[in-house]
């Protein structure tokens, strides 16, 4: 660092720094009245401020040798604020935390190794669906670095395998409901609104904040389709851009899912003259506000135990649609564009389960035919 004195009796303090990606040399400098200790301490604080600011966009991408675990957790969450959903982005803070604590913030990215990963990440007493969440968490992340150049091999990754879920595998019937299970269910449900929003998402495969979101422009009988443009957030209580950008989409309408609207419409619009507010929303409250979901998910939970003897997430519902659509035989491909999925592995395993139990069962009759 050195000085320039300035005409008006001011005092220029001027620093150098090169520019990593062009190496030309660059200068910053700070002005201050005097020139004395004090003075030179705190221009040079603010100049090293100043220089790292400069180089934060670019001198990363050139730092693979020294760039620690927290320096790209924390690159990685300036990324997902914008490019997720604040539930996603809220659940993978909290992943790369766990993530922080277990691996060790100072950690130098480029020195992760298979074996020291899997010695931190797979905990004995952990059950074996958490650890697997711990490590798809992981590998997304180490991709990204991966995929921005901020890190330079990561061939490492193809080592670190899941733990076999036999537990997993044995629930996967839990993940959605029989045609049946779901008529019982809805039987059972007294509470009109949460009757009619249990029904959309079981005919639809909304997701939950979609089928919050729905205004009654979204609804459009004349294409037969619904809009799904955007969905309620119900960590933060706002709306947001769907999940994906196949999230984006139009739900085609069947005759049961349009008779179905038609008497949700009605009964909102009934409720509306009843209670005397205003709202275009779908679904909504006695003051015309979003439904909350903390009460239709205490709602399902409550009802499905007592009718079906396990509770029941709204994610189950979504599923359950997959689950009917596989069994009516449409292909798995319409599924996914349907409920706006670019490739999700519990849309594969319910569809080819349901699959492959039809194929089991259609042999169990043709095994009892006799042709001749």
Not at 126 to 131: G, K, N, R
Not at 137 to 145: C, E, L, Q, T, V
Not at 236 to 264: A, C, G, W, Y
Not at 306 to 320: D, F, Q
Request: aromatic content about 8%; proline content about 2%.
């Amino acid at each position: 660092m050195w000085t320039e004195k300035m005409k008006n009796g001011k005092v220029r303090f001027v620093e150098r720094y090169i520019e990593p990606l062009t190496g030309q040399t660059k200068k910053v400098s700070v002005v201050f009245d005097k020139n004395t200790t004090a003075t030179r301490k705190q221009a040079t604080e603010v100049l090293q401020a100043r220089i790292n600011d400069a180089l934060s966009s670019t001198c990363l991408y050139v730092k693979q040798d020294n760039l620690t675990l927290e320096e790209l957790v924390d690159l990685y969450r300036s990324y997902q604020q914008n490019a997720v959903t604040a539930s996603t982005y809220r659940r993978n803070y909290y992943a790369t935390e766990t993530m922080l604590k277990l691996l060790g913030a100072d950690t130098l990215a480029k020195n992760l190794s298979a074996g020291y990963v899997k010695s931190r990440i797979i905990k004995k007493d952990d059950a074996p669906y958490t650890v697997n969440e711990r490590i798809r968490r992981f590998k997304a992340m180490i991709r990204w670095g991966y995929e921005n150049d901020f890190i330079s091999d990561i061939k490492y990754l193809d080592k670190i395998k899941p733990l076999p879920d036999k537990e997993a595998r044995e629930k996967l019937e839990h993940k959605f409901l029989e045609k049946s299970d779901l008529k019982c269910l809805l039987d059972a449900m007294k509470v009109k609104h949460w009757y009619y929003l249990t029904s959309l998402m079981a005919l639809s495969g909304l997701r939950v904040g979609e089928a919050l979101a729905l205004t009654m422009n979204d609804i459009d009988f004349k294409e037969k389709v619904i809009h799904v443009s955007k969905t309620y957030d119900t960590v933060n209580h706002k709306v947001t851009s769907p999940k994906t950008v196949t999230s984006n989409r139009d739900v085609f309408m069947q005759p049961e899912l349009e008779k179905l609207l038609h008497e949700i419409r009605k009964e909102t619009n009934k409720r509306k003259m009843l209670y005397g507010f205003r709202s275009n929303l779908l679904f909504c409250d006695r003051n015309g506000d979003y439904l909350r979901y903390y009460s239709f998910n205490k709602y399902l939970k409550e009802t499905s135990i007592a009718t079906l003897g396990r509770p029941i997430t709204t994610h189950v519902l979504r599923h359950t649609h997959v689950s009917l659509l596989a069994e009516a035989g449409v292909p798995l491909e319409t599924i996914t564009r349907r409920v706006g999925h670019e490739d999700s592995d519990i849309t594969k395993r319910v569809y080819l389960h349901v699959t492959e139990r039809m194929k089991e069962r259609d042999n169990e009759i043709v095994s009892r035919v006799s042709l001749i």
